[in-house]
């Protein structure tokens, strides 16, 4: 019953990709230790993409899944040593809550099955290896801005 889930689920998200296509998944900037999630917000990813934010920031970008998209993030941060900060900001996704699921990996961690501790999500599992989650929990401080969208207030807790 789990794999046939699995595979209607892996079928509704190439099935959306392909008729929902979202250009950009993220924009490097010219920083070294900040990055934004912008969770669902495509447009506020984009005016960020355009803005002197982008000079402050090492990445930018969204993140839509509680499972795959948190092990990018893992894998990311493992790459770059100097990441330190992510801004969660954004409209949070219905049902998966990716952002949410982001919180409680930094809180919480990881079962021994790779089950986020507390994330509310249909699947919070990550693949990422135990070690890579324990530094990824140390190394990135998180702050939790979750249903801002306004580049404002985002630039008021970047550039106080």
């Known amino acids: 019953m789990m794999l046939i889930m699995k595979r209607l689920e892996d079928a509704a998200g190439k099935l959306c990709k392909a008729l929902l296509p979202i250009k950009h998944e ?9 990055a934004i999630c912008t969770l669902s917000s495509i447009d ?16 930018a970008g969204r993140l839509l899944s509680e499972n795959k998209g948190i092990d990018a993030m893992i894998a990311f941060a493992m790459k770059h040593p100097e990441l330190k900060l992510i801004l969660l900001c954004g409209k949070e996704v219905r049902g998966h809550r990716p952002g949410q699921a982001l919180l409680a990996l930094a809180s919480n961690g990881v079962d021994s099955s790779g089950r986020i501790n507390g994330a509310v999500g249909p699947d919070p599992i990550v693949t990422s290896c135990a070690l890579d989650v324990e530094i990824f929990r140390h190394q990135v401080q998180i702050i939790d801005l979750i249903g801002t969208v306004d580049i404002g207030k985002i630039l008021q807790v970047l550039v106080p």
């Open 26 to 34: 993220y924009y490097l900037g010219a920083g070294k230790a900040v």
């Open 44 to 59: 506020l990813l984009e005016t960020i993409s355009r803005s002197s934010l982008m000079n402050k920031v090492l990445i």
